[in-house]
């Protein structure tokens, strides 16, 4: 493998890797999203490139996948929800653009040292794979457990799931079965997810997740809906 | 010829999920469900009797075999259950026809997922199915659609996913490990090929895997610090669900740590896999036996329960050998058999009561006997009291324990005596006393209850020679 393919390979890993730090501190949840089709582009073509490198026709399949199913679809159903439910203008601000810069570092650190050391025998491609894919891993979930909102957490968990595609691709030969199963898995994660929101919308009149907390445990309903209602009072449409 | 024989467990609950989908009318479907699981089970039946040959793609074993039957035992019996509790949802109107056809399918479709994740001999394939059978069950949870049953299911789609990306992730570090050993493609995701030539996996990435692969299927497993979806969705569940999940679905989770931990076993240079479980198992068991105390809803506290038992299994198998090996199996079939029974009392219970807080529930043996005195059974032998088949087991842990590991054993003991304290005591203030609140009338089916305490029983006073041979053979299989 020529240091030019491999170059190639290592900068979409990269990118994709940096999108996901600019998830981090979006605030707004179109702009949230587009960074998220974004990424989904740049997995598709890093995906393809290892198809190239690979000589593996199956890859290019995966790719198309992710570009029309994560890059297309889903942004546009999750555009769709959001105006739906009427929280386009809603911000979040759960911690600031510093510390959440810090923190991914750190995740982004973390994931580099512990896996180029336990993948020094691997071939160089799939060790530089595997490292980004933790670090998106971890930013993925970073961003589904500091965010309130329950859009936001899907994307988290869609960026998270990004990953490891990104994973799955870059070692060399995985079975096919497991990427188609991957797709499948997403969507059906989708289906669920939506049927979620929209109950949740049904019930709630919010998507923010703080009125869910309030149902935590063993409280009754009387005690919790005051705290929906409170969390509703900012958003009030025309 | 391998496929058909193991095709029976996996054909007839999609074939029946299809057929469910298209009838109308609950009756007839939750008879039909009946009849499926009823053919399941003697497709697993056959299972045992008919081993097939190993194939590239499934695998039956004296190991999985244990968990087929009793997935499909449990599954059937659960489903003679769901049919008179879903009867009385009707009529009280909590659930509607049409979520009915939704949750019967769903029921085969969890069905055929933990069997597939039992009998597959591929560790691709394993993820796959469990991840559906844990969908499906996110679905059935939130059925209700209640607020609280809103947030419970979706506390458990967000946790179930963190463990189905970590789960995942562990399964593609294997695949890394074993890809230049044993080359590219099928191979290595093929178990039985992965045990062969584990002793030449580069063990950094292996320990690294194990990391991933205990704490994403330890997720589902309810094991701490993950596990906190676990009281939200049985409490707020359909209570057939609660039963098949702490009954069932832990279990394959569990099925899945073990065999991965087989094979991390088998290569001598990885960090051994054993220790990790029995600390995450010990921290299960203890901050889940505490947590009992402080419970208010009858279906929370015992879902805190099957996650102290995960603990005591996860700790048994973590801490190996042949007793401790056997102790945990035999905890395993001994925990679904009782808390499945003891959550189909509960279920009637609360149908009958139409409260699910403790404090409301009082005197059952007087106002209802049968049920009462099913749920005193169940509690009994839930909690580990001599002669039922959990004090065997839980004596065989704390023993072996003792021997090896005597400061681990310490916390166990404790952390078993915290656990007893707090279910009699809850438990004593439900069956006894004076009965309270109005008695309604209730058409509970008592036959999967008294059958499961019976099989309990039974075990705790004679094991049939070749079980227990079978289970030695297991647990030597374990390590």
Known sequence: MGTLDFNIAHMLAGALMLASMTMLYQKRLFALINIYALQAVILALSVAWQAVLQHAAQLYITALIAFLFKALVIPYALHRIIVRLRIHREIETVIGTGPAMLAGMALTGLAMAVMLRATANVDLLAREDLAFALAVLLLGLMMMVTRRNAVSQIVGFLSLENGLILAAAGTQGMPFVVEISIAFSILVAFVVIGVFLFRIRERFDTVDLRALDAFRGERRLAEAFPATTACNEGDEMP | MTFDAVSLVLIIPLAAAAVLAALPGYKTSSRFNILASFLTLAGAVDLVAHRPPLGSYFLVDDMNIVFIALNTFVGFTTSVFSASYIAHEIRTGRLTPGLLRFYHVFYQIMMFGMNLALVTNNIGLMWVAVELATLSTVLMVGIYRTPEAIEAAWKYFILGSVGIAFALFGTTLIYAAAQPVVGAGMNGMTWTTLLAHSSAFDPAIMNIAFIFLLMGYGTKAGLFPLHAWLPDAHAEGPTPVSAVLSGLLLNVALYAILRFKILFAANAHVIPPGPLMMVVGLATAVFASFMLYPRHDIKRMFAYSSIEHMGIITFAFGLGGAIANFAGLLQMVMHSLTKSAIFFSVGHISQAKGTQRMADIRGLTESYPLLGWGLVLGVVAIVGMPPLGVFMSE???????????????????????????????????????????????????FIPVFIHLGIVFAAGVFIPAAVVVWFQHVAKMLG
């Open chain 2, 395 to 445: 004596f065989l842990t704390i023993s072996s324990a003792f021997a090896r590991a005597p400061w681990l054993a310490l916390p166990l003991v404790v952390a078993l005596l915290a656990a007893f304290g707090a279910i009699m005591r809850h438990t004593h203030g439900m069956a006894f006393g004076a009965a309270q609140g109005e008695i309604r009338p209730s058409e509970a089916s």
